[in-house]
């Protein structure tokens, strides 16, 4: 079953932030006094390049007078979890909370004006951070920790109840998000089932009279716009938090600690098994067929419908499909490939060309996103990235660059970069699909019978005989396999 899971809200801060990350940092926002506060923060050129945990949280929690700029919460309270469990970062924010509410009431008359401005700009944070990560409260201990601050911040306005309501709203959205993807998390693991699982794995070639991709879809653009789909809705249950889980779980390994709930990585993994599922398919497809006139019309298709993912922005399948046509099984099919107009493929090999690690395939990213953002349509908005090339960048970011500086502080400046990434993606990942849904051809794509590798090569070797002696080896060694099966 494959749902596409809508929570209360997940989105991001409503105002667009890293537009100008790294450039020019939290400009146009009131800086907080660090002359009375922890004095160690770095910044360069106005941007806070690094400090220590203590200082960080300090420029996290709001005053009567200063509020954190929206892209410094969502990249700290993104990163924070790199070196600190969110109960444990929500009990340090509750004490800060405390402090301040204390040193508000001791004047000689309590500024009860003060008094809700604070409490405004705390809730307002607490908002951002059930909205933006509510999975960091999915724990008895961060919602004891919630509550606390909650309580507190509700004696600022005793008289007339509003922040006791707007607490009571937030509590109640975090509830219905957490619930909504617990709900998902437990339909996931119903039906999880590594990729070798998926539909049938044919140890034999099938009768030629089976269905094929072409008696379900014969338009390419169709079938593009059905993969665009199948992709969005499977990235729509990627979070911002499972994407630092690359970082912490790297952590855990190299340090010895459970830093990382590795559990979560689940929703990377699967998102990754459907790039290979849909490679296997690609090559399924081309392989089973027994014609050598049929073989060729369904390679020359795939190569259409890669092209108009490339079109649509749908990178991932767009690199799935060409990754399936170089499997072994299928680029050795030399009679077949005489016959099939290369110029295409050529071109969209071209655009995925591995050297200067994808600078062809990143230039065309760099477009599609800056398309999206001034698109005027939900078709020009749409931008998939290959995703293993995309965990692949956080994870060297992450391990070209140390957490910590040698002065000992937290290397923030690293942070910002990974956050604007992961920023990006998960803003991509919101788009609403504006194309229409075909079920049947869905159902084909998602549950349509793959052959294992072995039976990839057997279908291959009986389409066009072994022409050299390491192939005519291996398939001595299948056809033995299948005679000691019988």
């Not at 050297?355 to 230039?363: I, K, L």
Request: glycine share 4%; aromatic share 10%; hydrophobic share 35%.
């Amino acid at each position: 079953m494959y749902i596409r899971q809508k929570t209360m809200r997940e989105t991001m801060p409503q105002t667009p932030i890293f537009s100008s990350m790294l450039g020019s940092g939290c400009s146009g926002q009131v800086q907080p006094d660090t002359s009375e506060r922890s004095s160690d923060p770095i910044y360069q050129d106005g941007n806070l390049i690094s400090g220590s945990l203590e200082a960080l949280i300090e420029r996290l929690v709001p005053t009567t007078d200063y509020y954190p700029d929206r892209t410094y919460i969502f990249t700290f309270l993104l990163s924070s979890r790199v070196f600190i469990h969110p109960h444990e970062l929500l009990a340090k924010v509750g004490q800060l909370c405390l402090k301040q509410k204390q040193q508000l009431e001791t004047g000689i008359e309590t500024d009860k004006a003060k008094l809700k401005s604070f409490a405004a700009r705390i809730i307002q944070l607490l908002k951002e951070w059930t909205e933006t990560f509510p999975y960091d409260f999915q724990d008895e201990k961060s919602m004891k920790e919630l509550k606390e601050i909650a309580h507190r911040i509700t004696q600022c306005d005793e008289e007339n109840g509003t922040v006791k309501k707007i607490i009571s709203q937030m509590t109640q959205n975090l509830l219905m998000s957490l619930s909504a993807r617990n709900q998902f998390q437990e339909i996931r693991e119903k039906f999880r089932q590594p990729v070798t699982d998926k539909g049938t794995i044919l140890k034999t070639k099938p009768q030629s009279s089976q269905k094929d991709i072409l008696s379900v879809c014969c338009d390419p653009l169709i079938l593009a716009q059905q993969l665009t789909h199948i992709e969005l809705e499977r990235v729509s249950n990627i979070y911002p938090e499972d994407l630092m889980q690359i970082v912490s779980h790297v952590d855990s390994l190299d340090n010895h600690k459970c830093r990382g709930d590795v559990t979560k990585t689940y929703n990377l993994e699967a998102y990754d098994n459907w790039f290979n599922c849909l490679s296997m398919l690609v090559a399924t497809e081309i392989c089973k067929v027994v014609k050598k006139k049929q073989r060729t019309r369904i390679v020359e298709f795939f190569i259409d419908v890669a092209r108009e993912c490339f079109n649509i922005g749908n990178f991932n399948s767009m690199m799935a499909i060409i990754s399936g046509m170089n499997l072994s099984p299928v680029a050795r099919l030399k009679k077949t490939w005489s016959k099939v107009k290369t110029a295409k493929f050529d071109v969209l090999e071209h655009h995925m060309d591995p050297s200067s690690n994808f600078c062809n395939y990143r230039t065309a990213l760099q477009g599609a996103a800056q398309r999206s953002l001034t698109a005027h349509s939900s078709r020009e908005k749409i931008v998939i990235p290959v995703f293993n090339l995309f965990i692949k960048d956080i994870y060297f970011l992450h391990k070209i660059h140390t957490n910590h500086l040698p002065n000992g502080q937290i290397n923030f400046k690293k942070f910002w970069e990974i956050s604007r990434q992961i920023h990006d993606f998960i803003t991509w990942k919101q788009v609403d699909c504006p194309f229409e849904k075909d079920r049947k051809i869905q159902s084909y794509l998602l549950t349509a019978p793959i052959y294992s590798e072995e039976a990839l090569f057997i279908a291959s070797f009986e389409s066009e005989g072994p022409e050299n002696h390491m192939e005519k080896d291996s398939w001595k060694t299948l056809r033995t396999t299948l005679l000691n099966r019988a």
